[in-house]
């Protein structure tokens, strides 16, 4: 199982999880407490440990403006958590050029029918909520693609979180103290996923 730490935006977020490894980490471009700039990102960009693949997390965003930070090799993944559709995700891809950008599908929605072309699909109870959602109600979906579990993760439900298999988990408030990323959550809840299932 993988792990997601989404929402740096200072040079010690960076360390922090350049310390943990965690496999994904999110610069959040849509507006948010935790929005990042183009410039800001690269600068964080270029700090991360070459091993972690930087996310950014977008809402109808301009297609250019995607294409643009992956281009530049500031994010390799693309989260997109608006109404983009599949017109939108077609031409992601091809205007991120020869070796198209991976795109994470934000469902707020479950269904049986879920159709996307998106490479992985994320769970979440809404955009940067921070609150869970009924985790029981995933036993019945059977997920097209790879996903992601987030929404109030935090190491006190992150293994509850782990029993349903989601591909990957995805922490962001729960790995803060006051609004800011903590050093030792981030490492806790790394540590938590790595280890597997609590003993």
Not at 80 to 101: Q, W
Not at 111 to 127: C, E, H, P, Q, R
């Amino acid at each position: 199982m993988q792990i997601k730490i989404c929402g740096l935006f200072r040079e010690q977020d960076i360390d922090f999880v350049n310390e943990a490894c965690p496999d994904y980490v999110g610069f959040v471009f849509a507006e948010s407490k935790r929005q990042v700039n183009p410039v800001l990102a690269q600068h964080l960009r270029f700090r991360l440990n070459s091993s972690i693949a930087p996310v950014g997390v977008f809402v109808n965003a301009r297609i250019a403006d995607i294409a643009a930070l992956y281009q530049n090799g500031v994010i390799s993944i693309a989260q997109l958590h608006g109404d983009e559709d599949e017109s939108y995700i077609t031409a992601l891809k091809r205007a991120s050029g020869n070796k198209p950008i991976t795109i994470i599908k934000t469902m707020m929605k479950l269904s049986n029918k879920i159709s996307t072309s998106a490479d992985y699909l994320l769970i979440d109870s809404g955009a940067g909520s921070g609150k869970t959602f009924n985790w029981d109600s995933l036993k019945s979906i059977k997920f097209p693609k790879p996903w992601f579990i987030a929404g109030g993760i935090d190491i006190k439900n992150i293994y509850k979180a782990m029993s349903h298999n989601p591909f990957a988990v995805d922490v962001s408030s729960g790995a803060e103290t006051d609004g800011i990323k903590d050093r030792n959550k981030i490492i806790e809840l790394v540590t938590a996923v790595r280890q597997g299932k609590k003993q």
